[in-house]
């Protein structure tokens, strides 16, 4: 499965933001879509994740109410849409896939994408 995420940009505060995450290969065998972000120095942190069958969602408390993550299974995409963005969510934000649910940790997903950058000015 390769992941390929796309969408960041810089943006002032309160703005919006539609991060997308294209998937291709053996998409059938991952149940799980999720995003995390990092920053420099920091862990990995999960973001919100998606059951790709079903449609149920869940998200970390930072950013529960604001983002959501969303899918187009026939296009084999999936979205972060990211309202009311603050400086702290500036992060380089990862697309991962795999099969457990919930997922959480970084562990639990098999498949990463290559990172894209968000910036929010304050």
């Known amino acids: 499965v390769q992941l390929q995420a796309s969408g960041g940009g810089l943006v002032q505060a309160g703005s919006s933001l539609r991060l997308s995450c294209a998937a291709s290969?053996?998409?059938?065998?991952?149940?799980?879509m999720g995003w995390f972000r990092q920053t420099l120095g920091k862990e990995r942190e999960f973001v919100g994740a998606?059951?790709?069958?079903?449609?149920?969602?869940f998200y970390s408390d930072s950013v529960r109410g604001r983002f959501t993550v969303s899918g187009d299974n026939a296009k084999k995409e999936v979205y972060l849409q990211m309202n009311s963005l603050k400086p702290e969510d500036t992060a380089a934000y990862y697309c991962?896939?795999?099969?457990?649910?919930?997922?959480?940790?970084?562990?639990?997903?098999?498949?990463w994408g290559q990172g894209t950058q968000v910036t929010v000015s304050s």
């Open positions: 991962a896939a795999g099969r457990s649910w919930p997922a959480s940790s970084v562990y639990e997903y098999e498949y």
């Open positions: 290969g053996r998409t059938n065998s991952t149940y799980i």
């Open positions: 998606l059951r790709r069958s079903g449609g149920s969602t």
